[in-house]
């Protein structure tokens, strides 16, 4: 089992940023993909970006240019650096990770941005 716990949400005004931190523990051997997810009221769940145990990242296309995702393996926490937040950015974000073809979820921080 892996758990996952995310940190850093909050309510900041729209050109602000935050910082999300999700750290993980329990059975991490073999630990391959950790990523962002989004869920806005009323939507589906969605991918914000990802990365890779080698580094390699993708990014939601509504994203691109205003997060960062990083990765300490060393402490095994993954990052979301926020910036330029925009009210539409406001959800639950939930971290993920992908151990063998399974993925793990954390329980959610909320992100309010206001105009």
Do not use: H
């Amino acid at each position: 089992q892996v758990q996952l716990v995310e940190s850093g949400g909050g309510l900041v005004q729209a050109g602000g940023s935050l910082r999300l931190s999700c750290a993980a523990s329990g059975s991490i051997f073999s630990i391959n993909a950790m990523g962002w997810y989004r869920q806005a009221p009323g939507k589906q769940r969605e991918l914000v970006a990802a990365i890779t145990s080698g580094g390699s990242t993708n990014y939601a296309d509504s994203v691109k240019g205003r997060f960062t995702i990083s990765r300490d393996n060393a402490k095994n926490t993954a990052y979301l650096q926020m910036n330029s937040l925009k009210p539409e950015d406001t959800a639950v974000y939930y971290c993920a990770a992908n151990k063998l073809g399974r993925n793990y979820w954390g329980q959610g921080t909320q992100v309010t941005v206001s105009s």
